[in-house]
T-cell receptor
C-alpha cells in the first residue's frame, strides 16, 4: 500500500528546544520524501525534501533523515522559535503506479515562548 | 516567479448545487494536481494532469467531480451536485514535471456546503 503514518499528532516544545516528527511508510518503492509546513488558513509550503539516494539533508535549523531499510523518515527542527508553530505534513512518492504524493495526517507543533 | 493562483478563495453553496474552481499553475509547469484537504487531515489527491492529459484520476468521485486542463495550462475542477461531505479546502499544485519534483501549492478554495 501507499499509506504513511505520522507521529506525534501534536507536539509542544519550549522555545529553543528541538522538535522531531517521524513518518513511517509501506511502499518500498518510494523514492521522494518532502516535508510541508502549513500555517492556519494558508497553503502548504515545502520546507525540505530528500531523495532515496541520500540518508540525511540539512538546511539551517531543519534536517531530514531517511532510513530506507526501516521505511521511516524524520524531520528535525533545532533551536525552535515561535514562528515554527504550524502543522507539518510528511509525504512520499513511489516510482511505480501512482506517482502522486501521499501525505501523512499532520503534526501540530506549538513552540511556547 | 508568480506562484500557483487559485480562485475563488471561499465559496458557500447549498447541497445539490454546483461549483467550479479555477487554477493557474506556475509558468512552465507541466504537471498539475488537485487535492482535497478535509479539516484536520493531510491533502488527498483527486486528479493529476501531465500537460492536458490525465495521469491519475483513480480517487476522483467521477459521479459528481470533473476536471479539465484543455490547453495544458489553466485547469478547472467542478462538483455537481455537491454533498455535505464535500466541505473542504481544494488545493491546486504544480510541478515542473511528474516524478520526484517539488510540488508548489496555491492558497486553495475553502468550500462550505450548507
Amino acid at each position: 500500500g501507499e499509506n504513511v503514518e505520522q507521529h506525534p499528532s501534536t507536539l509542544s516544545v519550549q522555545e529553543g528546544d528541538s522538535a522531531v516528527i517521524k513518518c513511517t511508510y509501506s511502499d518500498s518503492a518510494s523514492n521522494y520524501f518532502p516535508w510541508y509546513k502549513q500555517e492556519l488558513g494558508k497553503r502548504p509550503q515545502l520546507i525540505i525534501d530528500i531523495r532515496s539516494n541520500v540518508g540525511e539533508k540539512k538546511d539551517q535549523r531543519i534536517a531530514v533523515t531517511l532510513n530506507k531499510t526501516a521505511k521511516h523518515f524524520s524531520l528535525h527542527i533545532t533551536e525552535t522559535q515561535p514562528e515554527d508553530s504550524a502543522v507539518y505534513f510528511c509525504a512520499h512518492q513511489g516510482i511505480t503506479g501512482r506517482r502522486a504524493l501521499t501525505f501523512g495526517s499532520g503534526t501540530r507543533l506549538q513552540v511556547q515562548p | 516567479e508568480a506562484g500557483v493562483a487559485q480562485s475563488p478563495r471561499y465559496k458557500i453553496i447549498e447541497k445539490r448545487q454546483s461549483v467550479a474552481f479555477w487554477c493557474n499553475p506556475i509558468s512552465g509547469h507541466a504537471t498539475l494536481y488537485w487535492y482535497q484537504q478535509i479539516l484536520g487531515q493531510g491533502p488527498k489527491l483527486l486528479i493529476q494532469f501531465q500537460n492536458n492529459g490525465v495521469v491519475d484520476d483513480s480517487q476522483l468521485p467521477k459521479d459528481r467531480f470533473s476536471a479539465e486542463r484543455l490547453k495544458g495550462v489553466d485547469s478547472t475542477l467542478k462538483i455537481q451536485p455537491a454533498k455535505l461531505e464535500d466541505s473542504a479546502v481544494y488545493l491546486c499544485a504544480s510541478s515542473l514535471d511528474w516524478g520526484d519534483q517539488p510540488q508548489h501549492f496555491g492558497d486553495g478554495t475553502r468550500l462550505s456546503i450548507l
